[in-house]
């Protein structure tokens, strides 16, 4: 915890501060922080509770001064504290990282959250690899899986600083548990032109004809289009669709994409097994005679420094391989990549 | 940030003026009348329920007889005709395994008609042997132990911040004192300053493999709770009068409060008493019945 503290831009004061022009690398975390602070005064229904993060330190909340409360390093605690402020009618926000809420308190977000249905926001930052250097400890591969599987989840990954700020406010808005998962660093801005982020619905990136790339994060997402343009180079059209929102997923927008294309590919920054991609091949495999085919992080810990894009690379979550399972698959599935 | 409110639903009761609509709360005159009856009714419910095909967790809810017999006949604010009053003071049973002692107590206390507990684990029932929200009165899910102090730690949470004299109450195991989240809670809420959120610890000393002594030692526990910040009140579990009086106190504004409730477990059921077996049962028709008439004989002589 001592670690995210120093990492924090302690003494900012973030909800005052000017918008980074567009196009620069922004940090969702600190998107997300910004969001909570311009909402908090005027959102009576809003708590933040906090783990000992210093993500806030130096934050003026104003009006809402009473309710941001760190509660220390208690992630347990944390979890069921929501539950009792949710069932009196609050909209409490978990302020902790990945790794801590999705395992070490799983059994209160499960019990004491979703068992009730009740409109707590878990904002998980450090996810993925995004800690880079501070180690598998705080690495989170497995959040998606756990915090999927649990009825009444709701599960957004925004894919970028700017669709943080939208999906924020439209998950607040939800009236039920959402899992929010957000990095750690500033992550490239996504292109402009896939229209408006609506929460459980996929953007479509691009389209294509002979193959589908789904992704799901902030870099994942990167590679898919990165790989669409390799891709396009050979002759092969690829669709690329972002789906930020990974419970509901829009299976309907996936299945509409596919047609009669045989392949997807999925892309996830996030242990190979229970993720994005398993997701995608769970709803898949009973409507469509499609292969799935999933570029995620491969079986192991990581336990070397560097930072999020690199770690991922070193995986092969890249666009790189993502061409080169495509490849691989229209080759062998359609019998040459023309 | 001039945004239109984005959240809907309603917003959270204006701070609630000190009236008293319904049930006691501290200050307020309490029924002088004897609660045994009341606590034999609800003993002859979990006797009853024990001798269902799934039996039950006898002996730990024996023990909470009285605790929860004073809280919902003497000290909390509630309406069972309104389990959702927003005025209400919330119990929540932390030792989810008391589940048939608080559905017997609920039951009395008229939150539904006894007819219903005879549905108790019988297949389609809403009555598991854990408590969960699906009950009317039953306020959070509990089973899986170490859970309700930290949401009684949001309920009071929420009390303070509507500048509310609402009260919450946490019933717990002494058992249940071995998972490391109850001291985590114990903690925050010592460090939030909870003076209306109370803890009760059913101290019957025993646990399913024997006296938690042996099995995880809890003592000097009065003095661990007092290390952790907490007004310690110790008193006899099974004497209502001793328990509506600590749990009637005023409550300290600078700290919450844990009543150490001494109590037996398999209270009532003296085969049974102090003994660690007694922690689930499956009684036959016969056991059932000895059961009963030695809970109405012993009421009776009390009379």
């Known amino acids: 915890m001592t670690t995210a503290a120093a990492t924090a831009p302690a003494g900012t004061r973030p909800s005052t501060r000017p918008a980074a022009p567009a196009g620069t690398d922004r940090s969702a975390r600190e998107v997300y922080r910004d969001t909570i602070a311009g909402l908090l005064p005027a959102e009576d229904r809003l708590v933040v509770l906090d783990s000992d993060t210093g993500l806030f330190s130096g934050v003026d909340f104003r009006g809402g001064r009473e309710r941001y409360l760190n509660l220390g390093i208690a992630e347990h605690t944390l979890m069921g504290a929501a539950a009792g402020l949710a069932r009196e009618g609050r909209i409490p926000v978990v302020n902790t990282m990945a790794a801590f809420a999705a395992s070490r308190a799983l059994e209160a977000v499960k019990l004491d959250i979703a068992l009730g249905g009740l409109p707590v926001l878990i904002a998980a930052t450090h996810s993925g690899v995004s800690a880079g250097h501070l180690g598998p400890t705080h690495h989170a591969l497995e959040d998606l899986a756990s915090m999927r599987v649990l009825p009444r989840m709701t599960v957004v990954v925004p894919g970028d600083a700017a669709q943080t700020a939208e999906l924020l406010r439209q998950a607040l808005a939800s009236g039920g548990p959402v899992y929010f998962r957000l990095g750690r660093g500033a992550t490239p801005a996504l292109p402009a032109g896939a229209g408006p982020v609506r929460l459980g619905e996929a953007q479509i990136l691009r389209r294509g004809t002979d193959i589908t790339l789904a992704a799901c994060g902030p870099y994942p997402v990167l590679a898919a289009l990165e790989a669409a343009e390799l891709l396009a180079a050979d002759g092969v059209s690829a669709n690329v669709l972002h789906l930020h929102t990974v419970k509901p997923l829009d299976t309907p927008a996936l299945l509409e994409a596919l047609g009669d294309q045989r392949t997807v590919i999925t892309v996830e920054e996030h242990w190979a097994a229970g993720g994005f991609g398993s997701a995608v091949a769970e709803e898949l495999s009973a409507r469509r005679p499609v292969q799935v085919h999933r570029i995620a992080m491969p079986d192991a810990f990581v336990p070397v420094a560097g930072g999020q894009r690199l770690l991922l690379e070193r995986a092969g979550v890249s666009a790189r391989s993502v061409a080169e399972s495509a490849r691989r698959a229209l080759g062998t599935s359609q019998g040459g990549t023309r | ?303």
């Open chain 2, 1 to 303: 940030m001039s945004s239109p409110p984005l959240l809907r639903g309603t917003p959270p009761p204006a701070p609630s003026t000190a009236d008293r609509p319904v049930g006691p709360s501290e200050g307020v005159s309490r029924g002088a009348e004897d609660l045994s009856e009341v606590t034999t009714r609800i003993r002859e419910h979990i006797v009853t329920m024990c001798a269902s095909p799934e039996g039950g967790h006898l002996g730990g809810s024996m023990s909470l007889v009285e605790i929860l017999a004073v809280l919902y006949f003497r000290v909390l604010r509630h309406d069972p005709g309104f389990p959702g009053l927003p005025e209400r003071d919330v119990l929540l049973l932390s030792k989810g395994h008391g589940g048939i002692g608080l559905f017997a107590t609920l039951c009395e206390a008229g939150y539904f008609p006894a007819s219903e507990l005879d549905g108790y684990a019988r297949p389609g029932s809403h009555f598991t042997a854990h408590p969960h929200p699906g009950i009317p009165g039953v306020e959070m899910p509990s089973g899986s132990l170490g859970h309700g102090l930290a949401v009684g730690t949001g309920h009071a949470l929420a009390h303070r911040l509507e500048r509310s004299d609402r009260r919450c109450f946490v019933v717990m195991g002494d058992g249940e004192l071995q998972e490391g989240s109850v001291w985590e809670a114990a903690s925050v809420a010592s460090a939030q300053r909870l003076g209306r959120l109370t803890a009760i610890v059913d101290r019957n000393g025993l646990q399913i493999s024997g006296a938690t002594e042996a099995v995880g030692a809890l003592e000097p526990l009065a003095d661990r709770w007092r290390a952790f910040g907490w007004r310690v009140l110790e008193a006899d579990g099974h004497d209502t009068g001793a328990l509506t009086e600590a749990l009637s106190l005023a409550p300290d504004p600078h700290r919450p409060t844990v009543l150490i409730a001494h109590t037996v477990k398999g209270k009532g059921v003296a085969p049974i008493e102090g003994q660690a077996r007694s922690h689930y049962a499956r009684l036959g028709r016969r056991q059932q019945l000895a059961l009963l008439k030695a809970l109405r004989a012993d009421a009776e002589a009390r009379r």
